[in-house]
């Protein structure tokens, strides 16, 4: 059983930076490949970014390429999200998720745990 928490959400500026955490608990933390999506009101989620369980592999969407970055920290058990250059398009509730995958860890149904989510709001 793996249990996540997203932080690190907040109001910024388009243009701006945000730093999103997933703490997770459990000591089997570095066996999962970890991803994070996104809710914009009146959207599917969609999938945003992956990382591999060793974090030597890393898959990120066209959308936030370039701008966005994953990495994970195994020792302190956590997840990150980089995001800088915010449009008001990146707007969304972002989640983590943990899970064994395969190929790139696009698909939701890859992953068997979900954070709560949290709010980020990228204003014009």
């Known amino acids: 059983q793996v249990q996540l928490v997203e932080s690190g959400g907040g109001l910024v500026q388009a243009g701006g930076s945000l730093r999103l955490s997933c703490a997770a608990s459990?000591?089997?933390?570095?066996?999962?490949?970890m991803g994070w999506f996104r809710q914009a009101p009146g959207k599917e989620r969609e999938f945003v970014t992956a990382?591999?369980?060793?974090?030597?592999?890393?898959y990120v969407a066209d959308s936030v390429k370039g701008r966005f970055t994953i990495s994970r920290d195994n020792a302190k058990n956590t997840v990150y999200l980089q995001m800088n250059s915010l449009k008001p398009e990146d707007t969304a509730v972002y989640y983590c998720?943990?899970?064994?995958?395969?190929?790139?860890?696009?698909?939701?149904?890859?992953?068997?745990?979900w954070g709560q989510g949290t709010q980020v709001t990228v204003s014009s």
């Open positions: 459990g000591r089997t933390f570095s066996t999962y490949d």
């Open positions: 990382i591999s369980w060793s974090g030597g592999r890393t």
């Open positions: 998720a943990a899970g064994r995958t395969y190929g790139r860890g696009s698909s939701q149904t890859e992953y068997d745990y």
